[in-house]
């Protein structure tokens, strides 16, 4: 039977979501790896394939990511009760010290897949703005300016010392809607890469107040939290990344706004692997999170059939394909054409 799983992670001790090995449930350092390893305590015949509908790279978090999964019970007259499962594979998880919670489980039909039937994904990189006077302080005793993080924040969040906010709106509004997004793309080991269309139809992209935890920290006084929130069907690897970069670099109020401008609209009418500016650093991992894999509720019905476009890329595709891509890490989800359900 085939099972929806939906987890969260915090990923600062992990090496990705993805398991390195080929061999299933013989590795605790992957989120991939530590979810197989429980399934295979709860009595599964064979070795549990957990199939992630987004990879995330070493550093990355999820409030919510998912995966489908095959289980087969060693006795076969039984079968897994999707509540009892997420029980079973929270305990295993917490006796393990693993920074993973299994947050639902739902059984889903036999045709049912994780990645290729996502119909958006929703990305949130979360920004720590220090405030006038910390951003004197640090200029005055030039400390580390991740020194002012609190400590629930370490690792999970990037701070910068300012933020302007009005250019860092007009820059979002640039990079929004549907561009080629080749020029935002980071280098890929997959040789298919550049065949693959690299255009992306951003349907969100906002810079909102992020909520502060009810911690005493004082740190919390001097810095000001935000979050992107970053909407598409699919992302190229290491697109969200480099799109909060460039906003970023360009809200710095040591760069002219008019330069920032011209460099975002050079870098979509221009579209070029190379064409990614030396003076603007990628963001760190440590910020990002994947907030929401979102499918159609009809395809979560148990014993719902297959529809006729789900049949037909099937018919195209293998499905090992689909499994085997190498793009789809950290924010790249691209195992198929924008097309394909359209």
Known sequence: MRYLLRFAYLGTRYSGSQRQ????????????????????????????????????????HATENAAHVDLRPKNLCQSFQ?????????????????????????QVPEWFHARYLAQWRTYRYR???????????????ADSIRAFLPLAELNRCHVVPALELDRAHEVME??????????FKGSSRSDQDEVRSTVRDVTDFRLLPAAQPADNDPLYDQLDLWE?????????????????????????????????????????ANPSKEAWPGGVRVVPA?????????????HLIGDA???????????????????????????????RSEQALS
Request: with cysteine.
């Open 21 to 60: 090995s080929s061999r299933p449930g013989t590795e605790h350092w992957t989120v991939q790896g530590a979810i197989e390893a429980a399934l295979c305590q709860l009595g599964c015949l064979g070795d549990p394939v957990v199939v992630p509908a987004s990879r995330t790279d070493a550093g990355v």
């Open 82 to 106: 999707p509540e009892l499962l997420a029980a079973g594979l929270n305990i295993l998880l917490a006796r393990h010290s693993h920074d993973i919670l299994v947050r639902d489980v739902l």
């Open 127 to 141: 920004v720590a703005v220090l405030k006038k006077a910390a951003l004197l302080k640090h200029k005055r005793c």
């Open 174 to 183: 640039l990079l929004s809607g549907e561009h080629d997004f080749r020029s």
């Open 228 to 268: 992107f929130r970053i909407c598409s069907r699919s992302f190229l690897y290491r697109q969200v990344r480099r799109m909060v970069s460039v906003v970023l670099h360009a809200a710095s109020p040591h760069v002219p706004g008019a330069d920032c401008l011209a460099l975002v609209r050079s870098l979509l």
């Open 286 to 298: 440590c910020g990002l999170y994947l907030a929401q894999v979102h499918y159609d509720p009809a």
């Open 305 to 335: 059939e297959m529809p006729e476009d789900v049949a037909e890329f099937y018919r195209t595709k293998p499905v090992a394909a689909i499994e085997n891509e190498d793009e789809n890490r950290d924010e790249g989800d691209d195992y």
